[in-house]
Structure formats: structure tokens, C-alpha cells
């Protein structure tokens, strides 16, 4: 068998996965972690593989086991929004944001803005799995401008974003989803007149929130489902 030696300060590692390119993975290992199941989530189309863990045989295996053609044939024949993954600062807190434009964006135009959240303790909804959900229906079909922040209080962004709503929910997580809004206010492409934020569940409680701290000063009209 292979002798590669993997240490616990990292050192003698050996990427199973393309690492230059970006890419969201999961996977799911044998007993004895002699094979991986490894699912490619996105951002482009899905695929799942079993493939052999390079320190384990001499021998490399790789089985395709979808490739969801299905799905790639399906996305071509459709017009879906364009992605834009960016990062805003609020109170010096870098924050994740993905903004979804409409298939055929036009600068010069003038477009309502709808902000969607979850904003639970610890979750992340802005990642690159590929996904094509009632968000991507609003900005492709209807021809919004749909805004997704992972605001503080949300997770994979630090330790102290994470816990700064400790004690204290609602607070911070309604302040940022009005920090972000002021600043897409702003822009020329936007009418902020024409404002509006939804959420389900967590995201139910956090539009209320948002709606009670903001006032109706940025966000024109809210809808907040299942909320606790």
C-alpha cells in the first residue's frame, strides 16, 4: 500500500478533491476509510463518486455513480439567475452575501429588492451548493432582485459572529438585515421604494424583528412564515 504519512500538524496531506477550483463537497467514508462516497453539491451541477483514499491501496478506483444529466439538461433549457456572491462590513463584521439578479440585468433599470433569511444560531444559508428554490423562481421569473445575508449570529464566519447574539436574539440579526438594505438602497440599479424581506420559521421571527426595528424607514412590506 501507498506510505504517505499524514501528520497532526498537517503536514504530508494530499488533496482527494480538486483544490483549484471552488467547489462545496460532502462525503461519507468505508469502514476503515478504505473508500470515500464523495457528493459534489456545487456550485455546478451535482455529481456523486466512490473512490479509493490515496494511502490506503496502490491501485486507484473511481466509479461514477450520478452525474444527474438530467438535471444539467434541465438547467441548460431554463434562464436562471446570475449569482452574486459578495461580503459586506457592518460594525466591522464581515458578512457573507449572495445577491440574486434577474437572467437578462439591465444596470439602467430599477429593481424591487427582496431580502430572504433563515439567520438561526449557528446556520449558513449563503454557500455555492447548487440550488434552485423559490428565490431563484422570484429572480429569474419575476424579475427581482433576491438578497440573501448571513448577518451575526450565523455561523462559519468566526467565533465571535457567531456567538454575539448570545443572550440577546433578534438584536444584531435585524440590525444587519437593515445595515445590508440601506446599502442595496443605494445603488443605482435599485428602487428603494420597492424594498421587501420574507423568512420561514427562524426567518419568520427574524422578518417580524426586523420589520418592529426598522420601522418601515427601509423595508416597504415583510412575510414571515411559520415564525416561532
Known amino acids: 500500500s501507498a506510505s504517505?504519512?499524514?501528520?497532526?500538524?498537517?503536514?504530508?496531506?494530499?488533496?482527494?478533491?480538486n483544490d483549484n477550483e471552488e467547489a462545496f463537497y460532502s462525503v461519507s467514508?468505508?469502514?476503515?476509510?478504505?473508500?470515500a462516497l464523495l457528493d459534489y453539491e456545487g456550485p455546478d451541477i451535482p455529481w456523486q463518486k466512490v473512490l479509493t483514499m490515496p494511502d490506503v491501496t496502490d491501485q486507484p478506483f473511481m466509479e461514477t455513480i450520478e452525474d444527474n444529466k438530467m438535471l444539467a439538461a434541465m438547467a441548460s433549457s431554463h434562464?436562471?439567475?446570475?449569482?452574486?456572491?459578495?461580503t459586506v462590513t457592518i460594525d466591522g463584521f464581515e458578512l457573507n452575501l449572495l445577491e440574486r439578479r434577474p437572467p437578462h440585468f439591465n444596470p439602467q433599470k430599477k429593481y424591487p429588492v427582496l431580502f430572504y433569511m433563515y439567520q438561526g444560531p449557528g446556520s449558513q444559508s449563503v454557500d455555492k451548493r447548487f440550488n434552485v428554490d423559490f428565490?431563484?423562481?422570484?429572480a429569474a421569473t419575476l424579475g427581482y432582485i433576491v438578497?440573501?445575508?448571513?448577518?451575526?449570529g450565523t455561523g462559519f464566519r468566526g467565533r465571535e459572529t457567531r456567538c454575539i447574539t448570545r443572550g440577546n436574539l433578534g438584536h444584531w440579526e435585524a440590525h444587519d438585515q437593515i445595515a445590508a438594505a440601506?446599502?442595496?438602497?443605494?445603488?443605482?440599479?435599485v428602487d428603494p421604494e420597492r424594498i421587501a424581506i420574507w423568512g420561514w420559521s427562524y426567518g419568520g421571527?427574524?422578518?417580524?424583528?426586523?420589520?418592529?426595528?426598522d420601522a418601515g424607514e427601509t423595508f416597504k412590506y415583510g412575510m414571515a412564515i411559520s415564525n416561532l
Request: aromatic share 14%; glycine share 8%.
Open 4 to 17: 504517505l504519512v499524514y501528520k497532526l500538524d498537517g503536514t504530508g496531506m494530499e488533496a482527494v478533491t
Open 29 to 35: 467514508f468505508s469502514k476503515g476509510a478504505k473508500f
Open 79 to 86: 434562464e436562471l439567475p446570475l449569482l452574486n456572491y459578495k
Open 135 to 138: 428565490q431563484s423562481y422570484v
Open 147 to 152: 438578497v440573501t445575508l448571513d448577518g451575526r
Open 182 to 189: 440601506k446599502m442595496w438602497s443605494q445603488l443605482p440599479y
Open 205 to 213: 421571527f427574524m422578518t417580524l424583528k426586523t420589520l418592529e426595528t
